[in-house]
């Protein structure tokens, strides 16, 4: 029997007008065989029925195969779903940006996105893009536009640009163990009102913040995983959206146990003894 978890949601975000969950679910290996695609779409219903209703995705995540599982699983949910993709750089100009869009949305099976990032920065005319994302609103494609791994210069590029001040969101790596974007791009974004979502908010590959001892032992004093526990500790400040990725039904419950989890200000001490808030500026890390 699945167990039936809490849909009262005490963290949460808000985005270009809409409140959102401060945790959503990623796909970067989605729809790769990684898992059985079944597996995986009924892993991201779970998601949607705990609340979890924003889904992160890209046209780069196995070259569209993650945005067509994706369409698969929320064919009939698709009100039900906060749905954002990403373009590539070099698709993010007046000749690609519209095609681009709409294949997205025809592997996704829907008709417009809620949020559309471009995927990174790579020399790309910012005006360009800014004017492009403004029309493909004006359109009703998209809900809203954002970034992906700007570091603070690049967003400051970006605000200065007609139109950059309607930048939504920036997603960027976040995590425990990378913490780099608390000396000021995360402050900076914080104070235009631009929103963070974090992604590998577990630590990514290689990491092994999910065997770190503080983590397992607080996970066992609040009786959660230590995947709960990292992801209450990003979302803590009401600020980022995480969108740790799972195709696997039981890791989705869990994840999903950090909206409502509250730890004590002592017990964050604790956590980041090992990983202290950066003291100077650091390069942004990309993933």
Not at 182 to 191: Q, R, V, Y
Not at 192 to 197: D, F, G, K, R
Not at 254 to 280: C, F, V
Request: proline share 3%; glycine share 8%.
């Amino acid at each position: 029997m699945i167990e039936r978890l809490p849909m009262v949601q005490k963290a949460s975000i808000h985005i270009a007008g809409s409140d959102l969950p401060a945790i959503g679910m990623g796909s970067w290996r989605l729809g790769q065989g990684r898992y059985e695609q079944q597996q995986e779409i009924i892993a991201l219903h779970r998601g949607l029925e705990l609340g979890m209703r924003v889904i992160d995705t890209a046209e780069m995540y196995g070259e569209g195969q993650s945005e067509r599982l994706i369409g698969k699983a929320i064919a009939d949910r698709r009100d039900r779903t906060y749905l954002v993709s990403k373009i590539y750089p070099w698709n993010a100009t007046e000749k690609k940006l519209e095609r681009s869009l709409d294949a997205s949305l025809a592997r996704l099976r829907t008709d417009y996105l809620d949020l559309y990032l471009l995927h990174w920065q790579s020399g790309n005319d910012l005006q360009e893009v800014v004017s492009l994302m403004e029309s493909m609103k004006h359109k009703g494609k998209i809900g809203a536009w954002g970034v992906s791994n700007f570091d603070l210069a690049a967003m400051q590029q970006l605000i200065k640009v007609e139109g950059g001040d309607q930048c939504a969101v920036n997603q960027v790596f976040y995590n425990l163990g990378g913490r780099g974007i608390e000396f000021d791009l995360a402050p900076w974004c914080h104070a235009q009102q631009i929103a963070m979502m974090a992604y590998c908010p577990l630590g990514g590959a290689d990491s092994h913040l999910l065997d770190q001892e503080d983590v397992k032992m607080l996970a066992n004093c609040y009786g959660v995983t230590p995947a709960a526990i990292l992801l209450a500790w990003i979302i803590r400040s009401h600020q980022v959206l995480a969108i740790p990725e799972s195709g696997n039904i039981k890791h989705m419950e869990a994840n999903a146990k950090a909206l409502n989890l509250e730890i004590s200000e002592q017990d964050w001490a604790l956590l980041t003894r090992n990983y202290p808030a950066p003291q100077t500026a650091e390069p942004l890390e990309i993933r």
